[in-house]
């Protein structure tokens, strides 16, 4: 455990790194606030931070820089959460005031939304579709052999599948079929694949057979929908091009965003720095999480890859604000 002096020495050189990007050295932290002593004590003091793990010397004559170590210290430490200007929070205000139409699109706006607050590359995992329950089902006709199955979920999405029909279908009995969906599904998760009882028309029940193959075909394809942007805006952010298109080739692979995501909130995280997170091409990132609640439910996660120098405190907030009300935005449907 660090004493009171290392502490404040310790934050304020990850502070300042964070700020400059730049090697700190004695004389910047000597008059910073919580230090306030001589930049000789400070340079011992830094040192001494050095052996135990949480600064290191990127060149013979630079000052210092934090470990991943030290960060995690800094970011376990913070003695309060950072906060939105008001501009910024009432930009996300904004947004979700006026936020309309099919969650795709939703979900898409709100990574942009991230994207645009911290110029970090934003990642929204959204509401998997096993555990929603039906909302409404219809089926639209597009021609006597095609039509298009149209489901409502509870957790906001609409899902919509091509149906291939073996006989000639008026709209009356593709109607029938979609009341008879309807009476059946409605108010039960998509993910139990319900079976519904039998009609005594034979038409309809082509419709709806051909329309449960369509749900089950849907199933199996029905992960969680994955939206990363931005990712490009962090290029800047290294100075090695193969870190870069590291990172980079890394945030284009959903499998590795969603591994990514499903490992840190699964060991209880809200944020995972360098190694910490255990995707190989992204150890010179740091990852901020955080659920996103309906209904006393977690539908979906959200937030932000960066440097293992982003600002930590303000990410922390701008994650913390689009994950409350992106879950308020879903309760209200």
């Known amino acids: 455990m660090l004493d009171e002096r290392k502490t404040a020495i310790l934050r304020a ?7 400059t990007a730049q090697p700190v050295g004695p004389s910047h932290i000597a008059s910073a606030p919580g230090v306030q002593v001589s930049s000789a ?20 004559s630079a000052g210092r820089i934090p470990t991943d170590k030290g960060y995690r210290f800094f970011v376990d430490h913070l ?19 006026h936020s309309r139409g ?18 970090y590359a934003s990642v929204v995992v959204g509401p998997s579709t096993d555990r929603a329950t039906v909302r409404s089902v219809q089926v639209v006709g597009l021609s006597p052999h095609h039509a298009t199955l149209v489901v409502v979920l509870s957790n906001g999405s609409v899902e919509s599948e091509p149906i291939e029909l073996r006989i000639d279908t008026s709209d009356a009995t593709l109607a029938a079929a979609g009341a008879h969906l309807q009476q059946h599904l409605v108010g039960f998760p998509l993910a139990t694949n319900r079976a519904v009882p039998s009609t005594n028309d034979a038409a309809v029940e082509v419709v709806c057979a051909a329309a449960l193959g369509a749900l089950g075909r849907h199933l199996n394809d ?7 942007r931005g990712a490009s805006a962090m290029a800047t952010a290294f100075d090695a091009v193969e870190t870069v298109r590291a990172v980079l080739i890394a945030l284009e692979q959903q499998y590795v965003v969603v591994s990514l995501v499903h490992d840190v909130v699964e ?18 990132c740091a990852v901020v999480l955080a659920p996103v609640i ?28 689009v994950s409350n009300r992106l879950g308020r935005r879903l309760e209200e449907g």
Do not use: K
Not at 47 to 55: K, N, R
Not at 222 to 228: R, S
């Open 294 to 321: 309906a209904e006393g439910e977690r539908v979906g996660t959200v937030g932000v890859v960066g440097p293992t120098r982003m600002n930590y405190p303000y990410a922390l907030a701008a994650v913390d604000i």
């Open 222 to 228: 029905g992960d969680a929908p994955v939206f990363v």
């Open 13 to 19: 050189v990850v502070q300042e790194y964070i700020d």
């Open 267 to 284: 060991r209880g995280l809200s944020v995972a720095i360098g190694a910490e997170h255990g995707i190989e091409p992204l150890v010179a």
């Open 79 to 97: 003695a309060h959460p950072g906060r939105l200007d008001a501009e910024r929070h009432q930009q996300v205000g904004d947004f979700f005031a």
């Open 102 to 119: 099919a969650l795709e699109g939703l979900l898409r706006s709100t990574g942009q939304l991230l994207n645009d607050l911290t110029s």
């Open 41 to 60: 004590t400070v340079r011992n003091e830094m040192a001494v931070l050095e052996q135990e793990g949480y600064l290191t010397q990127p060149h013979t």
